[in-house]
């Protein structure tokens, strides 16, 4: 532990923060809140990596795919298509 | 304002094919994912889709891009959704009343309140030996962090899904799903909380 005058981090512990990270991300903390935030995470190595960690889980999520519907479904949608827009009038088809 | 999808809705009402199929390989993850929380398979949420966009086609000289055509997709989508819903007697309510005092990272992971420093980390967390994001492990990462999205409840999975996956904003992920601010914060720090967890176990070897 890091030890010291900042014990407390100026009364946030590190419990808290784990709980304000989603907060802070999404800018939702008041103006005091996220200066106590800030001073927290510039002083402790350990929640700056969590924090770190859960911007990068939320970069990998980035990175993935949904599931989406299948190939078969998407043939019919294209089927249903074709005979949409031979029934219109104005299409050049 | 000219909507971001205008040029496809032109193409679309012109009949042309690439365009619809555009916009079908654009939206349909993030409308199955919504679907799939308001009916009981993954089959009828696909008929649910499919639906969807049956009724763009019969609705495109209405639609007047007045809103966007994903708000409109979705608006239809989960009318459409909660019509086979409510046939399959599904409750899709979102049980938030343990919100507040449901902690992301286990207790014991800090220092009891007898302890010298109440609160703090017992161990800081494990730094990852590699990052999952450019690691030759990279592809083990995206699938580790599929398969625990997949595991998530389902309220979790949904807004991880569309905020962290698909890129919506917050504003319009309350609007899609029904749900306050302060709850689909909540759904997203939890669920953002267990996908760290999945890759600190496997990227550190311990939680």
Redesign the interface.
Known sequence: ?T?GDD??FDGL????F??L???YL?D?LDAESRVRFEQHVAL????A??LD??R???????????????PQ??G???D???S??SG?P???? | MRNPDGQLVDRLRVGDEQAFAELVDRYSPSMLAVARTHVASREVAEDVVQDTWLALLKGIDGFEGRSSLRTWLFRVLVNIAKTRGVREKRCTTVDMSDAPTHPTVSPDRFESGDSQWPGHWVRFPVPWRESPEHSLLAGEALDLVRHELAQLPQQQRIVVSLRDVDGYDSDEVCALLDLTAANQRVLLHRGRARIRQALAGYFAGVP
């Open positions: 532990m030890g014990a407390d512990t590190c419990r808290e784990v709980e990270v989603t907060q999404e939702r402790c190595p350990g929640c990596r969590y960690q859960i990068e889980a939320t970069r990998v999520l980035g990175r993935t795919t949904l599931d989406t519907i299948s479904a998407r019919q949608l294209l249903a298509f074709r949409w827009r219109r104005d299409a050049s088809g």
